[in-house]
């Protein structure tokens, strides 16, 4: 029999890390620090489950036919006005297109503009999900020096001097794997260095809601004078993950191509689901939810931050004003990707930094994140992943 002939572009993609990491935590009292969930808490389930009844007795016709992939009417409207009022951007150049989920548009993004061998620029570390994308699309990532404020404008500027990249991936609010933010000072580098050298600006930002002190800072789409700035925007961190619901907002042109690459992925993103997410926005419900939910991840993260304590000595890790990640750098070669199934055995799991490095190595860093434990797990959590940290050092 003749084996199956997979497509190149799987050559090097071996699937999320992170996805095989989640089959260890369905063990009995495992406290598990390796997701990005939003805290059960934080669904508003019974509010979806009314206005999921009022909107189909309402318009039930219309949302469970096939709809537009241009986006449920409504909700395009509402979603439009949100952008505007909230961000100030220009919806006469710009156009948004609703999708499911932030990822979705990313996928979406890369249909439209990637060749084999483009380049793309990252920052390093990054989010591995978008990085696997961007393998899928046989992209060649270069990462990008970054540091506590973020991508470095000079360091960016060089790459792109060298490698004239297609586009620039960026997560510039409360960055999955680190937590840091990106300055004011250099989202307006970004978008200046973008319309200079040429290159895109996929812009991911779907913690930006989730901010627990200090103050917001406007995406780098604002300072988009050229168009080169596409933003990415979701409501999966702050209404429900599994509606997926999310939207591109970028120039005409390049939505048009977007919508067409959407034609041939999902048709459309449920009408249902943006049905819901368009009363969130229609009755004023998001910002009220918003401010409810950030009270209960503030105490996990100032836990988390506290406990951090029991490390060993020298260890560094990123303080986040808002998201859902904290970034450990550990001291004296000790390895978080070796010890990580020891951590299992002891009933702790999280994520070895190295996955979300596009050069690999690193192995002395990992991710943790604090939304999906209670109190009482984070501290128990925590004591004992020190702990196993702190033997590990002292064997050296």
Known sequence: MNPITFAHRFDHVTGSAIREIFKVLGRPGMISFAGGNPSLDALPDRLCADIARDVLTEDGKRILQYGATEGYPPFVES?????????????????????????????????????????????????????????????????????????????????AKTHRPKMLYIIPTFQNPT??????????????????????????????????????????????????????????????PGLRVGYLLCNRELLRKCTVGKQGTDLHTPNLNQAIVDQFLRRNLLEEHVRSILPGYREKLDIMLEELSCFPQGSAFTR???????????????????????????????VPGTYFYPEGGHDDTLRLNFSNSTPQQLRQGMQTLGALLSQSAQAQ
């Open 179 to 240: 937590g840091r933010t990106l300055s004011a000072q250099r989202r307006k580098a970004v978008a200046q260095l973008a319309a200079q050298y040429g290159f895109l600006v996929a812009e991911d930002d779907p913690y930006r809601d989730l901010r627990y002190r200090g103050e917001a800072l406007p995406p780098i789409k604002t300072y988009d004078a050229t168009g080169h700035v596409i933003y990415m925007g979701s409501f999966s961190k702050v209404i429900s």
């Open 79 to 159: 979603l439009t006005e949100y952008l505007r009022a909230r961000f100030g951007f220009d919806m006469e150049q710009n156009g948004v297109l609703p999708i499911t989920g932030s990822t979705s548009g990313m996928d979406l993004v890369c249909k439209a503009l990637l060749d084999p061998g483009d380049v793309v620029l990252v920052e390093s570390p990054t989010f591995l999900g978008n990085m696997q994308t961007l393998n899928l699309y046989q992209a060649r990532l270069v990462p990008v020096e970054s540091d506590d404020d973020g991508v470095i404008p000079q360091a960016l500027e060089q790459a």
């Open 320 to 350: 986040p004003e808002g998201g859902l990640f904290v970034f450990v750098t550990l001291p004296n070669g000790l390895n978080a990707t070796a010890l990580f199934e020891t951590a299992v055995e002891r009933g702790v799991a999280y």
